[in-house]
């Protein structure tokens, strides 16, 4: 799975009904483009992912 890899260079997590705050596993995944997260019931910051520095697309939309 991506999340124990270096390397994703997308990850999918939307319309999923996922809950709580941004996994900060996230944070791992150094080298990810594209991050799709709308349509759950996330809340709280984005500290865990805003330093992504290869980070293109963050779609947040519809969450908390």
Known sequence: ACLH???C???RLQDN???GSIPPELR???RLKKLYLQN???EG???GIAHL????RL?????R
Do not use: G, V
């Open 9 to 11: 260079p997308f990850f």
């Open 53 to 56: 520095p290869e980070l293109k």
């Open 40 to 42: 759950n019931m996330f």
């Open 45 to 47: 910051d984005i500290d």
């Open 17 to 19: 009904k996922l809950q």
């Open 28 to 30: 791992q995944l150094w």
């Open 5 to 7: 890899a270096k390397y």
């Open 59 to 63: 779609n947040l939309e519809n969450n």
